[in-house]
């Protein structure tokens, strides 16, 4: 069975820091993925990958899949980055996702 | 934008009763997907369907879980008795393909056993 730790569990920060959320897992993966989760409850998609990195606007994704980690990095962030970042690696077969417990960001302005 | 949907977002229910669960998934997309989140607790897998038929379930998905497809569009999510301890916000996903495709998750089902 996958572990998969996340760190830090919280993070505040002020507008305009630049943010690393990390992501560890103990078993192979075929690939990995980033999740937002709102304060309403609704999780959407920020990234899939299985190697290198990847950006969309201000956010970065990478994974060194040797050593079993990925970091999620925000920059110049700002209030409406606030929410649950969560890291969820998909198994093998490719049709089951272990979650890690979340990072709880919130930006200050 | 295609977009899953779940209905209905909030069911109170008493413990022992059966509910459903609703979910249309993205019209496109082969794979599907419930997860569940108990209040302040990771997200966990409950099941994925492939081709009308369970291709992956976790250990919480027993008995008391079943998945159908009943007519192409609708994928739900059935509990025949419900337990305190189900209690909490269920997701449905789907995805276009396996492991290298994203998941679009729906807004998820708030389901609350008394």
């Known amino acids: 069975k996958n572990e998969v730790e996340q760190s830090p569990q919280n993070l505040t920060a002020q507008e305009g820091e630049f943010i690393t959320i990390n992501c560890s897992y103990s078993v192979g993966i075929s690939a990995l993925h980033w999740l937002q989760q709102h304060p309403g409850g609704g999780i959407v998609s920020l990234f899939m990958?299985?190697?290198g990195k990847k950006k969309h606007g201000r956010l970065i994704a990478t994974i060194n899949i040797q050593e079993k980690h990925s970091s999620l990095h925000i920059t110049a962030s700002h209030p409406r980055d606030s929410a649950v970042y969560i890291c969820a690696v998909v198994n093998n077969a490719g049709n089951m996702l272990t979650f890690g417990g979340g990072t709880r960001l919130m930006v200050k302005p | 934008e295609p977009e899953v949907t779940q209905t209905p977002s909030h069911q109170v229910t008493q413990m022992g009763q059966e509910v459903i669960l609703r979910c249309v998934p993205i019209?496109?997309?082969?794979?599907f997907y419930w997860y569940r989140q108990i209040l302040g607790q990771k997200v966990e897998f409950l099941v994925s369907f492939y081709n009308n038929e369970i291709s992956e379930k976790s250990e919480i998905f027993d008995d008391q879980f079943s998945v159908e497809r009943p007519d192409g569009s609708n994928f739900t999510l059935k509990i025949r008795s419900t337990k305190l301890e189900d209690s909490a916000m269920y997701f449905c996903a789907s995805s276009p393909g396996l492991a290298m495709h994203e998941q679009f998750f729906g807004p998820g089902t708030r389901l609350t056993v008394l």
């Open positions: 019209s496109n997309h082969l794979y």
């Open positions: 990958l299985s190697s």
